[in-house]
């Protein structure tokens, strides 16, 4: 068994490339996607908790409207997000 050692460039270039990967992925639905995000299609989307996206709403990173009892995320928003992570 080789073991491996991972620099935190390794992970900085890692994250580089994850990031490049869900911009192209949002950035070829974009034609098909919806303009309003329920909590589950942003879960889903970013692959992150509930915790998680509690605590970008509560930090205001993600701004979202309750509507009826259910949040809603403006995709707009979202691609911001990804954006401003990357920079």
């Given at each position: 068994?080789?073991?491996?050692?991972?620099?935190?460039?390794?992970l900085?270039?890692?994250?580089?490339?994850?990031?490049?990967?869900?911009?192209?992925?949002?950035?070829?639905?974009?034609?098909?996607?919806?303009?309003?995000?329920?909590?589950?299609?942003?879960?889903?989307?970013?692959?992150?908790?509930?915790?998680?996206?509690?605590?970008?709403?509560?930090?205001?990173?993600?701004?979202?409207?309750?509507?009826?009892?259910?949040?809603?995320?403006?995709?707009?928003?979202?691609?911001?997000?990804?954006?401003?992570?990357?920079?």
């Amino acid at each position: 068994m080789a073991i491996s050692i991972i620099t935190k460039e390794d992970l900085q270039q890692f994250k580089i490339e994850l990031l490049e990967g869900i911009k192209d992925l949002l950035q070829a639905r974009t034609t098909e996607q919806k303009l309003w995000l329920r909590t589950s299609e942003v879960r889903k989307l970013l692959n992150i908790s509930s915790g998680t996206l509690q605590n970008l709403r509560i930090n205001g990173t993600l701004s979202c409207r309750k509507i009826g009892g259910m949040l809603y995320y403006n995709y707009k928003d979202i691609e911001k997000l990804l954006t401003d992570i990357k920079k």
